[in-house]
Structure formats: structure tokens, C-alpha cells
């Protein structure tokens, strides 16, 4: 018997066992996608700013199933079934290495997840931590009181604030607006009040100036969406009327711009595949 013969021989039950832990990791693969991942990625990108509506997004859930720690839902998916077979470019893109294995549309909603990820997440957080500067500019007849994701702003002065609010803490935006106090050059008499132990009466909002108030945890994308910046990345002006006053409001991004192109970074991890690899 040659040499070649015994070889080919040897080979064959490698090749086929090779065969079958192909076959069944594809099924593994496929499987879990299909049963445990998709779902739970359907349930986590789903209300506003994931798509319109009056309903928010549950950021628990979001941060359970999108979370960089080892325990996150998608990070120990990636880690376990494709991290071996995914290759990171230098512009942060994911590209399988083997062109052939993986649906094309799987392969854009792993990128978009990943960039949703490290954007609200950094590469490390087990809970959402993003942040930005915040800047509130009224005309000079009016002053600014309130909160935004918890922190204090005033007129003009720009804030350094983390999204979303800290536990106990304000969520979203709430912010008032009071007429500004004016000197008078002449002098008069103040009237004596009707009862000495009351307490002073707080500065009331302009007639027609309301509040600006989206007070959700996802407040801030919501105050985005109204403001409709002509700008497609940061800094962002938004502009609102309020009672005849035109508010501006500055927001500029730290890091990657999780409001670029109109919200598209959560809007695009809604198009997942059915199908994870290439029939």
C-alpha cells in the first residue's frame, strides 16, 4: 500500500469530524441569534430614541442586553460565537474573515451595535455614562433657573453634564425662565405687605414664556429631536420659541457623537437580519 493511499486514508475521519463541528457550530450560531439574541435586541431598541413615539426606551433593559462588561448580552454573544472570526480595522469597523460565512446585513448591524455601544458605554461601563456640554442663551429681559439630567444650568454659562441623570437626581430637562430684574433710577417707597411673616413671593415666568420640559429619562434627545439642528454633527444649536422668545440651546459632544445625522447612531441597530450567516 503506498504512502499516499494511508495518508488519504488517515485524513478522511479528520475531515469529515471537521465537517461536523462546522455543521454543528453553524446550528449553535444560528440558533442562538434566532432564539436568545435577536429578541432580546428587539426588546432593548425599542421606544424613542429608537424609533418615534410616545414611549422611551427602557434603559435598564438596554444597558442589560448592550453593556461592554462580560456579562453584557450581546458583548458575551460577540466574545463566545464571533469574536474569532471578526478582525478590527483601524478605523474601529468590524470585517469577517471569511467573506463567504456571514449575511452582509448581520455584518452592518454588528458594526452599528458596537459604535452604539462604545459611544454611550465607553469600553468598560456596565451602565450608560455619556457626556456632554450643555448651554442654555435667552434674550437679556430673561433668566434661566433649573436642571438638566440632574445637574443645575444658568444663562450663558456653559455646563459639562453626564447622561443619564444620577440616581435620585432630576431626569431629563427642566428648565424655567423668570423676568430679569431691572434698576430704576427713581427712587420710591416699598409698600408694607399685608402680613410681616410672609414669605416673599417667587419671580414668576414672563406671561407666554413657558417652560422647556421633557421630563423622561430620555429628555435630552427628546429637547434634540424638538430643536431641530440644521447642523449633522456637534456642536448643535437648537432653537426654541417660547411666548415670542427665541431660546438657543448649545450642545457639544465628548467623544464619539452619539447625535449625529439626526439620532441615525440608535435608529440603524433597529435593521437586524433574521439570518446571522450567508445560506
Known sequence: ISSQLVADFLR????NLSVMLGSKGKEEITKNWTDNIMPKAQEAFKGFPFEDGATDADIKRLEEFLNPSEN????????????????ESSNGQFAPTDP??????????LNNAIRLRDRLFGKTSASIKYSYTFEVQVPTDLTVSGTVDGEAVEAGKAKNINFPAGAGRDVGINIMFAEAETTSSTSTTPT???SPSSSPTPAKSPTGTPPIEFKTQWGLFRLFKEGASQSQSSPYNLTFNRGGKTITIIIKTSG??????????FKSVRNMPQAI???
Do not use: A, H, M
Not at 478522511?12 to 475531515?15: F, R, V
Open 72 to 87: 453584557g448580552t450581546f458583548t458575551k454573544f460577540f466574545n463566545e460565537y464571533l469574536k474569532n472570526d471578526f478582525k
Open 277 to 279: 450567516l450567508k445560506q
Open 192 to 194: 408694607p405687605s399685608s
Open 100 to 109: 463567504n460565512k456571514y449575511n452582509e446585513q448581520f455584518v452592518i448591524f
Open 256 to 265: 464619539g457623537d452619539i447625535f449625529e445625522k439626526n439620532l441615525d447612531t
Open 12 to 15: 478522511q475521519p479528520l475531515g
